[in-house]
């Protein structure tokens, strides 16, 4: 292969991903003077990464195979748009040799490796064997060719139990399973290799010692086509779920100096051992003390930005550098640790649940300022939709400090004050997971999260005194907001003698707790039990400020028909407004006035002067606080008259309806 071929400036980048990969290189690549393209599905049409980027092309259906994994599709949309380049991102198709072939073969830039590097190390059993030759340290284990039984037993005997049995082709912990003694071994190999087969379409096996109570360890390492190679520290990826990465920090607050120089060298080692052009992750197992290899990734990883923000460098930046041909733009030694960094994955989905993924559409998305140390690379947006078909991770928030303990302060400061509704988020366990104690004090393991799950996911606090005053203060302000010229404003701010107006809330399946405001002349003030409160709110982006007892504090408020969502100083509330109308139902009847139980307005007239209405006919109907209220004949009789049209905005009290009743 002609080098200047496969490394040469381009102005137009087409990015192969979605989600806040493909929205992080298109940010990075629009600041260097690219032009983007981005791709996208049917179900991405109005996804962030299109609106992010210059053009868009749409690839097929939802489906990853008939979209983001379709090759052919891809360089079509290359060829026209005139993209020179393709970015992979990570994940699709970021480590498929023939997609990086099938760019070289169209005459596009792959900004990755050659093929022939992704086939050298995409095998976890090649690459094992790369590394066994170039000196670097492995965990004892067998990746033959040889694939019987015999074979496989026998390498397991050697190795000695616990072993793990590991899919050659494997990627996001599939195809995997730990063995404890020799009676488990051929259950696990079946199912290893059946799961392998329909993950990979390989179910070639590779056998290793299980380190127990393992860490994970990683390092950046970035070549160019000069023969240039460094290596950007480590992350510390012990905080997984079901081999999944969950929380990752840069550098590993395992290692000392000392132990960081040897890993560091022994990355450098083993991806000098194919010589190796763009950004790559060589992982390593560790049980505290030694590292050993387990795999290579030739790609960027979604756990970069903790590297980024220790060593001040844009691998993003560099990936495209070394992808135009240039040398990189630092020596080894120039390569600084700068602080900690530390990075949560905010997904979709409900730890709760057995961390099931939330589809849906995002209602509210507000997330903290990207100030103070804290970056956060977002793949939504407001009113977008998560859908069934890709992965459910909508963004990442990483937080930089000079020390790991401020570091992870900033990172649980940014996911407390991150309101994301509509779908269930993992953000209250991230919270949960960073500040637990073990964490804080780095005594962890892979299998940390497994063990500690109940306690990372126990049931939110009840609502104390402040969540209920700021749960009517939030309705309130909403419907100050909602409608200034409403009569419940004028009305229920002017002194006209003192009125109360009763709330109740529940949690679940809860006991009802109830909460009145009075209101009318004088200063409003909120009763609970034989407590009265005085409050005010000052209402700002996402809430308002509560002032009770002469206390001030923020509350972020979302409300949605009945729902109340607050955050307050004591952790975030869900609370159920209990109909105020008395029941369920929103429905009333049986009153014998026909008349506004609240201010609204009337939107629907549904009956007619002079008709005959049996008892709890519907007359019509309001919209009070968002809610619509049909009002109902109280017994049987006669719709004398209607004292309301559609759109009358009506008071409390008010008499809508006179139903005469009929004589028997
Ligand atoms: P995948 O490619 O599926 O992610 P890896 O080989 O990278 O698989 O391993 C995933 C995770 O499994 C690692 O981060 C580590 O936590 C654990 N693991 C892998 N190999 C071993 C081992 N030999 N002993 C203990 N844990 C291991």
Redesign the pocket.
């Known amino acids: 292969m002609d080098r200047s071929k496969l490394y040469r400036r381009f102005r137009t980048l087409l990015i192969a991903n979605r989600g806040e990969i493909a929205c992080r290189v298109i940010r990075t690549a629009r600041a260097m003077g690219l032009r983007t393209v981005a791709v996208y599905s049917e179900a991405d049409r109005d996804a962030m990464h299109v609106a992010l980027a210059d053009e868009a092309v749409l690839l097929g259906p939802a489906r990853a195979r008939d979209s983001y994994l379709n090759v052919e599709r891809l360089i079509e949309a290359a060829k026209k748009t005139g993209a020179e380049a393709v970015h992979p991102g990570y994940g699709f198709l970021s480590e498929n040799a023939e997609f990086a072939q099938a760019c070289y073969d169209a005459g596009l830039v792959f900004v990755g490796p050659t093929a022939a590097m992704m086939t050298a190390m995409g095998s976890?059993s090649g690459s094992k064997g790369l590394m066994e030759k170039a000196g670097v340290p492995l965990?004892p284990?067998y990746h033959g060719e040889a694939q019987d039984d015999a074979t496989l037993s026998k390498a397991a005997d050697k190795i000695g139990f616990p072993i793990?049995v590991?899919?050659s082709a494997?990627?996001?912990?599939?195809?995997?399973r730990?063995v404890r003694s020799a009676a488990e071994l051929g259950p696990a190999i079946v199912s290893a290799k059946r799961e392998a087969k329909a993950a990979f379409g390989d179910d070639r096996m590779l056998i290793?010692?299980?380190?127990?109570n393992?860490?994970?360890i990683e390092v950046q390492i970035v070549g160019d086509s000069h023969g240039n190679l460094l290596s950007l520290f480590e992350r510390e990826?012990?905080l997984?779920r079901r081999?999944?990465?969950v929380i990752e920090e840069a550098p590993s607050p395992t290692l000392n100096a000392a132990q960081r120089e040897t890993v560091c060298a022994a990355a450098r080692k083993a991806a000098g051992a194919v010589n190796y052009v763009g950004a790559g992750t060589i992982?390593f197992?560790s049980d505290g003390k030694d590292v050993?290899f387990?795999?290579m990734?030739t790609r960027l990883q979604v756990e970069h930005p903790v590297t980024e923000l220790i060593t001040g460098i844009d691998l993003v930046e560099w990936q495209l550098r070394v992808a135009f041909g240039e040398a990189l733009p630092l020596k080894q030694d120039e390569i600084k640790l700068n602080g900690h960094a530390v990075e949560a994955r905010v997904y979709a989905e409900n730890p709760t649940k057995n961390f099931m993924p939330s589809v849906g559409r995002i209602s509210t998305w507000r997330l903290p300022a990207e100030t103070g140390g804290l970056r956060i690379d977002a793949g939504y947006r407001e009113g977008d939709t998560v859908s069934p078909y890709y992965d459910a991770m909508l963004a990442k928030m990483i937080a930089w400090a000079p020390t790991r303990d401020v570091a992870i302060d900033r990172l649980n400061r940014g996911l407390e004050d991150s309101d994301v509704r509509g779908i269930v988020t993992n953000i209250p366990f991230l919270s949960a997971l960073i500040t637990h104690p073990k964490v804080r004090a780095n005594a962890i393991d892979?299998g940390f999260i497994e063990r500690e799950l109940s306690a990372l996911t126990s049931a939110a606090a009840a609502p104390g005194e402040l969540e209920l005053c700021a749960a009517v203060a939030a309705i309130v302000a909403d419907e100050r907001q909602a409608d200034a010229s409403s009569p419940w404003h004028t009305f229920g701010w002017q002194p006209v003698g003192r009125r109360q107006r009763n709330f109740a809330f529940r949690v679940g399946h809860g006991p009802e707790q109830k909460i009145a405001l009075n209101y009318g002349s004088g200063p409003s003030t909120l009763v609970i039990g034989e407590r009265e409160l005085a409050f005010a709110i000052v209402p700002k982006d996402g809430g308002f400020d509560l002032t009770l007892d002469g206390i001030k504090s923020p509350v972020a408020a979302v409300i949605d028909g009945h729902e109340l969502y607050l955050r307050t100083r004591n952790g975030r509330f869900d609370l159920h407004w209990v109909d105020p109308f008395g029941g369920e139902t929103e429905e009333q009847t049986g009153a014998d006035k026909i008349a506004a139980p609240l201010p609204g307005t009337v939107v629907a007239v549904l009956a007619e002067e002079g008709a005959k209405l049996e008892k709890g006919a519907p007359i019509l109907t309001l919209e009070v606080m968002k809610m619509e209220q049909t009002l109902r004949a109280p017994y049987a009789g006669v719709l004398k008259s209607i004292k309301c049209r559609v759109g009358d905005i009506v008071q409390e009290g008010i008499e809508l309806a006179v139903v005469e009743p009929s004589e028997e």
Do not use: S, W
């Not at 494997?170 to 195809?175: E, I, L, T, V």
């Not at 290793?208 to 127990?212: C, F, L, S, T």
């Open positions: 976890k965990v284990g793990l590991k899919a494997g990627g996001g912990g599939r195809g995997m730990i290793e010692k299980y380190v127990d393992p860490r994970h990826c012990t997984q081999h999944q990465k992982e197992v050993f387990i795999e990734n892979t």
